[in-house]
């Protein structure tokens, strides 16, 4: 398989048709080799438009969604950003490339050893890897320009929002399937928030998350 050309084909026919026209992430795109991010046995769906499985039964989502998501965040190179859930990297790995400094948070011990070796084999030296409740983020830290939620929430945690730095950005796909929305938020202010809703989808669950009751008394 050509991958080269492979790569090329997933820019020109899936990123660039679904809004992602940012000339820096369609640099990152082309030159980052998706194809060290997949195990071994599914590197043939690297660059298709479909889910592709991980260990753990977790999957990486389709590469469309995960240029969108971090376009829509309109990085600059002296951002700091958080993300949560890391997966294999590959997002990791693109946000590295656009900004400053990533800290990704994992909640698989095993996913997080997997990421931070394609990182390091991807050459990758400014995002750290960690393992933990990435629901709960990093507030230590904190503020960040940007926060990235890589898996759907039923609403976005108020305590990831109270991480931004003022006038930064989060992006997260909210609601339940098969009704999600993608979310970007603002801050405004100590207090204040603008929530924007941009594009459909479905995207896998974040691991930990508890869904809502839907049972009333």
């Not at 590959?90 to 698989?108: F, G, H």
């Amino acid at each position: 398989m050509n991958f080269d050309q492979a790569r090329f084909n997933m820019v020109e026919q899936q990123i660039r048709t679904w809004h992602v026209l940012d000339p820096k992430v369609i640099e990152v795109l082309l030159r980052l080799k998706r194809e060290t991010f997949v195990p071994l046995e599914y590197q043939n769906l690297a660059y298709s438009d479909t889910d592709v499985p991980l260990v753990g039964g977790k999957t990486m989502p389709a590469p469309c969604i995960q240029a969108r998501l971090i376009n829509d965040l309109h990085l600059v190179t002296t951002d700091k950003v958080l993300e949560i859930g890391t997966g294999s990297g590959y997002s990791t790995a693109i946000l590295a490339s656009l900004c400053n400094r990533v800290i990704s948070i994992e909640q698989d011990s095993i996913m997080s050893e997997v990421a931070k070796s394609n990182l390091q084999n991807a050459g990758v030296h400014n995002a750290e890897v960690r393992v933990g409740d990435a629901l709960e983020g990093s507030a230590s830290d904190g503020p960040y320009d940007a926060i990235i939620l890589q898996g759907s929430v039923p609403e976005i945690p108020h305590h990831l929002l109270e991480q931004l730095q003022i006038g930064g950005n989060l992006i997260a796909v909210v609601g339940e399937d098969p009704m999600m929305q993608t979310c970007l938020v603002t801050r405004q202010g100590p207090s204040s928030f603008t929530h924007k809703n941009l594009w459909d989808t479905i995207l896998p669950r974040l691991e930990g998350i508890k869904e809502p009751s839907h049972f009333h008394f």
